[in-house]
């Protein structure tokens, strides 16, 4: 099993521009999330996911947004990046919930 | 609303010497607590969690935690830490969704 895959893994964007960061999992996990992180913040979730077809958001979602289409992938776009969206992002997945989370190696964004 | 708290930033020990790495926890019912671990450059890693019964908690790579109801606390311990202990730190408590600690960097010299 690959686990948790992210890609890219760095990547430097232009105020205003937009992208997709990919997450995909093989593990048949049903619960899928993105989270960022900034020093000495911890982690903040960002949106998730229960299941194909249903999204939610998290403590930060502004900004952001998100679909599920299968179980395997969750992909997360940037609309119009800001120099405030410059951060490390993770996906994870888990069985449940309230499971363990597995993270992806993360995406280093720079936004300039 | 949940809510975790790391008191400590940085917790610094000599190798061979116990280390422990504190974390209080608010939520309105029952704690779904966990601890990860996250090495330089690299995702983090599940240690250990606590969802219910036996209050003293065992994970990976050595580490165990105690669940303390009364003081709302779920510390992080290990009987002898080793320079690869060397890492950041997260507390977290899931109640559906998975809330953070600000993390506590552990340096373990040697």
């Known amino acids: 099993n690959a686990g948790v895959t992210q890609t890219p893994k760095f990547q430097v964007l232009k105020t205003g521009q937009s992208m997709t960061l990919q997450c995909a999992q093989d593990?048949?996990?049903?619960?899928m999330s993105w989270y960022r992180q900034d020093p000495g913040m911890g982690l903040r979730l960002i949106h998730y996911?229960?299941?194909?077809?249903?999204?939610d958001q998290g403590e930060v979602p502004n900004g952001y947004n998100v679909s599920r289409s299968t179980t395997e992938d969750f992909p997360l776009r940037l609309l119009s990046a800001a120099p405030s969206q410059t951060s490390v992002y993770f996906c994870?997945?888990?069985?449940?919930?309230?499971?363990?989370?597995?993270f992806g190696p993360g995406t280093r964004l720079t936004v300039t | 609303a949940q809510s975790v708290a790391q008191p400590e930033d940085q917790v610094n020990v000599a190798e061979g010497n116990p280390l422990t790495v504190k974390c209080t926890y608010s939520?309105?019912?029952?704690?779904?607590l966990f601890w990860y671990v996250q090495y330089p450059n690299r995702g983090l890693q599940f240690l250990l969690k606590?969802?219910?019964?036996?209050?003293l908690v065992k994970g990976s790579y050595g580490f165990e935690a105690e669940f303390n109801k009364s003081q709302t606390s779920f510390h992080l311990k290990k009987p002898s830490a080793l320079v690869s202990d060397s890492a950041l730190y997260f507390c977290?408590?899931?109640?559906?969704?998975?809330?953070f600690g600000a993390g506590t960097t552990v340096t373990v010299r040697a």
């Open positions: 593990m048949n996990h049903e619960y």
């Open positions: 977290a408590v899931n109640d559906y969704k998975l809330s």
């Open positions: 939520v309105s019912g029952n704690p779904y």
């Open positions: 606590y969802i219910t019964g036996d209050n």
């Open positions: 994870a997945s888990s069985i449940e919930p309230v499971g363990e989370q597995y």
């Open positions: 996911s229960v299941g194909a077809g249903i999204t």
